[in-house]
């Protein structure tokens, strides 16, 4: 073999092993959702099955954390916008020897762990409410109103590194521009500025969104009353789980896959638009393919990708694996009748050998076997044997 | 031409901080003049221009326009547009939303300002081109387009910061032309920024010489070309050959200097500093190379000058000769291609010969750095 091939096989096992790392637990998660088995679990595989979704979708907890989590999510993405983009853009005005110490306090929220951030947000907004009186003790210590507060002096800061990065592109020779062809500082503002920012302030939104919907350590000491989503996962965690949470991740990984897709699918189209437009690649013409398809391998999947989900959903609606599921209890009953019968020949051997009064030299091969291997295998003894038999 | 606006600037001081940008500038605009300031980079031209158009206040003085005083009036407030160097042409709106900005900010309809950017597209000869986002076009383009979005705002003056020097020659020369029919047409009051000497020279009514924030000559092209105030401006503007010295003898506007290696030279005193010079001081005077000729060699002429032949350049319309003075003085003489063969007289001696009415002298200074 050639060095070349070495090197090229090398790298491939690199990827497959970087990706299986990136990737697997996902794919792994995703499987799950789809195993009948009662706890998360690929192997044994039982049964294929949708009903972890139903379980998902009947769970009161699940969907009102959901629905917390979206209305916290989007007031943070509200309240970190306006103070990272005021943060931004005061950054830029602001004395050039006072820029750094200035910067320096602006991002100290994204060191500082988020532990800290929540428990000082009750602290703080608990004695600001006292010093108001208790007509604002509901508003204080509402969950929604800590939990945004909360996120969001951590989140603004992420938001200002975009806006901060954005900004440095823009020539303040345009706002002059505007300012002298008669527009108001307001109207320079509105008509130059914001437009020019609003690639930045689409991507701190999303970052901003996801960021407050993942949150846990600030949200678990601010959530009062209003448990989001991964407060009510945790909390399912502590109490055992079962596949409806597989089935959360399958949906949100779809989700994002999707999201993925779509923007991938538009950045090309657009992308070949303007090539089209500027005559460097004509526009194919003919083919089986519509328009927004045509040299855009990542809207083609998207489509596919649709197709499989429908076609999925569909299929729940009708199919129903209780025939597979009878089978496989049947199969358990079985298997744990024969083992009842072993145990119980066990028993009646070993009392066999009790009332012949000396050690038990005669017994069967099998028997002692069985009787040794646990005790001196485990340090536990048999008592997780027994568990992982009768999964 | 229409009544332009006058704009005075009275003894107007900008400061940053220690650093003094523009010292006691003293200037008057005529209404529907073309107006240049000229220096080299970082003189103070561009501040000028920004504090008459109202983004910073002068520390000290007052600017005027209109006979109207402008302090406290916001940019946006001020009868005046800006072309910004860069030109500032908004990158994320189109053709027509650019230049009818002013109107936009108005409160003008969508349908007036579709026709006003028609007419100005027509004017600058886009026509059709409105639909257009400002990365699409080319510099020259977007040069006119950015002229359009200030006349949009119908300005009682226009200010131009340089708005030449990012295009190539021929499209520059094309602009100057350009610029001074577009002036002429509207007729109010330009003010232009270069530090292009063949731009202030072309199309001003009258131009501004300045120097680290001094203001060394206010004058038509003409005079500035011919009688240089200070040595800045002699040797900022075109080119000159300068001859330090102390003065000999002084005869009403006629001096002789003695110069440190070129012998005894007869020059006129430039108007500014006649009856200001005697005998002894430290001199400098200025010949244009276009202004020798070959003469016969005369010790005694007090306008011969004698050189060696270094080198020559030719430059299409001249010949450039190099020539080496006594104790290696050099010397620049330009010589018209009148399309004959010419001999290259390298190496040879020459008689250097001039017209004193041509030569200036005036006190010693600073020289324009090359």
């Not at chain 2, 579709?114 to 007419?119: G, H, S």
């Not at chain 2, 990012?166 to 007729?187: S, Y």
Request: net charge neutral; glycine share 10%.
């Amino acid at each position: 073999m050639s060095p070349k091939v070495i090197s090229r096989l090398a790298l491939g096992a690199y990827l497959l092993i970087f990706f299986g790392y990136l990737l697997g637990p996902l794919v792994v998660m995703s499987l799950t959702a789809f195993n009948s088995s009662g706890f998360p679990s690929v192997s044994p595989w039982a049964c294929f099955t949708f009903e972890w979704f139903d379980v998902l979708f009947k769970d009161q907890r699940i969907l009102n954390g959901i629905k917390n989590s979206i209305i916290i999510g989007i007031g943070t993405v509200i309240v970190s916008i306006a103070i990272g983009l005021s943060a931004a853009l005061v950054l830029t005005q602001v004395w050039p020897k006072l820029r750094t110490t200035y910067y320096t306090i602006i991002i100290a929220p994204i060191l500082i762990p988020g532990v800290v951030l929540g428990i000082s947000t009750i602290v703080f907004w608990d004695r600001v409410s006292r010093l108001l009186g208790p007509s604002t003790d509901a508003l204080f210590h509402n969950g929604i109103f800590l939990t945004i507060l909360g996120q969001s002096t951590f989140i603004a800061s992420y938001a200002m590194l975009i806006f901060v990065a954005r900004l440095a592109r823009f020539d303040p020779g345009l706002t002059e521009a505007a300012l002298d062809l008669g527009a108001t500082h307001t109207q320079a503002f509105r008509k130059i500025l914001l437009p020019f920012m609003r690639p930045a302030i689409a991507s701190a939104a999303v970052l901003a969104f996801l960021a407050s919907f993942e949150n846990y350590n600030t949200t678990t000491f601010t959530f009062g009353n209003y448990p989001t989503l991964t407060i009510e996962l945790a909390q399912k965690v502590r109490y055992g789980i079962n596949p409806s949470i597989s089935s959360l991740a399958f949906i949100i990984v779809v989700l994002t896959v999707f999201g993925a897709l779509a923007f991938e699918a538009y950045r090309r189209n657009t992308g070949n638009k303007e090539r089209a437009k500027e005559g460097k690649a004509a526009p194919k013409s003919g083919g089986i393919l519509p328009g927004f398809l045509r040299g855009n391998p990542a809207a083609v999947v998207l489509v596919l990708l649709c197709f499989t989900v429908i076609t999925a959903v569909g299929t729940a609606q009708s199919y129903s694996p209780e025939q597979c599921k009878m089978d496989v209890r049947a199969a358990k009953q079985l298997e744990i009748d024969l083992r009842i019968e072993a145990l119980e020949e066990k028993r009646r051997l070993r009392e066999l050998g009790k009332t012949h009064e000396g050690p038990d030299i005669f017994g069967t091969p099998e028997v002692e076997s069985e009787d040794k291997a646990p005790s001196s295998s485990g340090a536990f003894g048999d008592v997780f044997k027994d568990l992982e038999q009768g999964d | 031409m229409g009544a332009g606006v006058t704009v005075n600037l009275e003894n107007v001081w900008i400061k940053f901080g220690d650093f003094v940008a523009v010292r006691e500038a003293n200037v008057n605009i005529k209404g529907g003049d073309f107006f240049s300031f000229l220096g080299p980079s970082g003189c103070g031209k561009t501040t000028i221009l920004r504090a008459v158009s109202g983004f910073l206040d002068p520390s000290e003085g007052r600017v005027l326009i209109g006979g109207k005083d402008m302090a406290g009036i916001g940019p946006n407030k001020r009868p005046t547009a800006l072309i910004f160097q860069n030109l500032a042409l908004f990158p994320l709106m189109k053709i027509w939303e650019n230049i009818t900005f002013s109107m936009e900010v108005a409160g003008a309809s969508a349908g007036d300002r579709r026709k006003r950017a028609d007419e100005l597209l027509d004017m600058i000869a886009l026509s059709g081109q409105g639909d257009k986002f400002p990365s699409e076009l080319s510099g020259g383009q977007k040069q006119r387009v950015a002229i359009a979005r200030a006349l949009c705002a119908e300005p009682d003056v226009l200010l131009l910061d340089e708005p030449l020097s990012a295009l190539d020659l021929k499209l520059r020369q094309h602009m100057r032309t350009e610029l001074r029919e577009i002036q002429q047409r509207v007729g109010i009051s330009f003010i232009y920024i270069t530090h292009d000497q063949g731009e202030a020279l072309t199309m001003s009514d009258s131009v501004a010489v300045m120097r680290a924030g001094i203001i060394d000559q206010i004058a038509g092209g003409h005079e500035i070309y011919d009688h240089p105030a200070t040595p800045f401006v002699a040797s900022f503007v075109g080119e000159n050959n300068v001859f330090r010295g102390k003065l000999q003898s002084v005869n009403g506007n006629e001096a002789v200097i003695r110069t440190n290696r070129s012998g005894d030279l007869l020059a006129q005193i430039t108007p500014t500093a006649v009856g200001k010079m005697k005998a002894g001081d430290d001199a400098m005077m200025f010949v244009r190379p276009e202004a020798l000729a070959l003469g016969e060699a005369s010790p005694d002429s007090k306008t011969t000058i004698s050189a060696n032949v270094l080198n020559e350049e030719f430059e299409g319309n001249s010949y450039s000769v190099f020539l080496e003075g006594d104790g290696g003085k050099q010397i620049k003489m330009s010589l018209p291609n009148l399309g004959q063969d010419r001999e290259s007289s390298k190496g040879s001696s020459l008689a250097l010969h001039y017209d004193a009415s041509t030569a200036v002298v005036m006190p010693a200074g600073e020289l324009a750095s090359e």
